[in-house]
């Protein structure tokens, strides 16, 4: 093979494979892939009690504990959220949202 000049052209035919490259296989037990797959077409995972309970408090503005526990947030979970500084306590067995402002 020589290399082209300034004003010549190449002409090359290279074979395109059809076949496309495989996706990896994964070993996944079958019970996994079938709630993956129930998940999925839940429409997503659940959001977390944390995440509910965050939300009914901004929702609300102060909320109780038996609010909290209607939805299936423990008692002992409000502590460590007050900790963490997701809620905030304003009261006995009232809370609000810590991103909030005082009412």
Same mark, same amino acid.
């Given at each position: 093979?020589?290399?082209?000049?300034?004003?010549?052209?190449? #002409?090359?035919?290279?074979?395109?494979?059809?076949?496309?490259?495989?996706?990896?296989?994964? %070993?996944? *037990?079958?019970?996994?892939?079938?709630?993956?797959?129930?998940?999925?077409?839940?429409? $997503?995972? %659940?959001?977390?009690?944390?995440? *509910?309970? =965050?939300?009914?408090?901004?929702?609300?503005? &102060? =909320? *109780?504990? *038996?609010?909290?526990? #209607?939805? $299936? &947030?423990?008692?002992?979970?409000?502590?460590?959220?007050? #900790?963490? $500084?997701?809620?905030?306590? =304003? $009261?006995?067995?009232?809370?609000?949202?810590?991103?909030?402002?005082?009412?």
């Amino acid at each position: 093979m020589w290399l082209l000049g300034p004003h010549e052209t190449a #002409n090359y035919e290279l074979p395109i494979s059809l076949k496309t490259t495989p996706e990896p296989f994964l %070993k996944i *037990r079958k019970r996994d892939r079938e709630r993956a797959e129930r998940i999925h077409w839940a429409g $997503g995972p %659940k959001p977390s009690l944390r995440q *509910r309970a =965050v939300a009914l408090a901004q929702q609300q503005g &102060v =909320v *109780r504990t *038996r609010d909290l526990t #209607n939805i $299936g &947030v423990p008692r002992c979970y409000l502590t460590r959220m007050c #900790n963490e $500084g997701l809620l905030i306590k =304003v $009261g006995y067995g009232a809370y609000r949202a810590a991103d909030q402002e005082p009412t």
